[in-house]
């Protein structure tokens, strides 16, 4: 491969994913290996971040990275939050474009040819958009309900079914980090910046194995974060419920 060959970087954000690591790594390569990879034009980094695991994931970890020097890993001293280890994957990469996908392979690899080849066409990010997602039938509405009432509210006109699946140029990561935000909603932090952005669609697969880390309430926070982040109707609301609050007091005390 030459030397000035571009890289990308796919930046894996894991919580005991020790099963699913190895296969997600492995299908990664697979797209970059050289002459038969679809991707095998690229050099290839992989950036693991651990949000402090439990079971064995960080020392999955570091037995990856024994033999592949492409592989980069980094343990967190707590567990902060799936958002901020997305951003920390971001943030550590080295690539001329960022991917980040999750370990349990729910959004697949073999998307990330089509996130590449938009990037070629000149597109400064290339996010997926869920045609077919596998949840219970009452978080399927209340994901709709959420997106809703979010693009009702805010200026922004966040994609409905997309998430962090995404191709991200250099410069708009290098924007991204200088962000002061600190309750991330990156999905709406990447709409926020601009730059030309596409959609590209595909099914989303079941885990391969284990179940969600990712909680209700873990849904409920990462919700409101965006509702308070972009949109300005929280605050009105607050603000109009506090004047009447006190005209109300004030007819109490007359």
Not at 3 to 13: L, R, Y
Not at 35 to 53: H, M, P
Not at 74 to 98: I, K, M, P, W
Not at 143 to 163: C, E, H, Q, T
């Amino acid at each position: 491969m030459s030397q000035t060959a571009k890289t990308i970087s796919i930046c894996i954000p894991v919580y005991n994913e020790a099963q699913n690591l190895p296969r997600a790594v492995e299908e990664v390569e697979a797209l970059f290996a050289p002459g038969q990879g679809a991707l095998s034009r690229y050099s290839l980094e992989i950036v693991v971040t651990d949000n402090a695991s439990t079971d064995s994931t960080w020392e999955t970890v570091q037995k990856l990275s024994e033999t592949r020097p492409h592989l980069k890993g980094f343990r967190f001293s707590r567990n902060f939050g799936y958002q901020n280890s997305v951003f920390a994957g971001l943030s550590l990469a080295t690539g001329d474009a960022v991917v980040e996908m999750d370990a349990d392979l729910e959004d697949p690899p073999q998307v990330i040819p089509r996130f590449v080849e938009k990037w070629e066409q000149g597109f400064d990010v290339a996010y997926g958009v869920r045609s077919k997602r596998f949840a219970p039938w009452g978080l399927k509405i209340l994901f709709n309900l959420f997106y809703r009432v979010l693009n009702r509210m805010s200026d922004l006109k966040i994609p409905a079914n997309s998430g962090d699946f995404r191709l991200l140029d250099r410069r708009v990561v290098e924007v991204l980090k200088l962000l002061p935000e600190r309750n991330l909603y990156l999905r709406g932090l990447v709409t926020f910046l601009g730059f030309r952005q596409v959609p590209v669609v595909y099914e989303r697969q079941p885990r391969i194995s284990g179940s969600s880390k990712f909680r209700f309430f873990h849904y409920v926070v990462l919700a409101i974060d965006a509702l308070t982040a972009f949109s300005k109707t929280p605050l009105r609301v607050i603000g109009a419920l506090g004047v009447s609050l006190f005209l109300f007091s004030m007819g109490l005390g007359l």
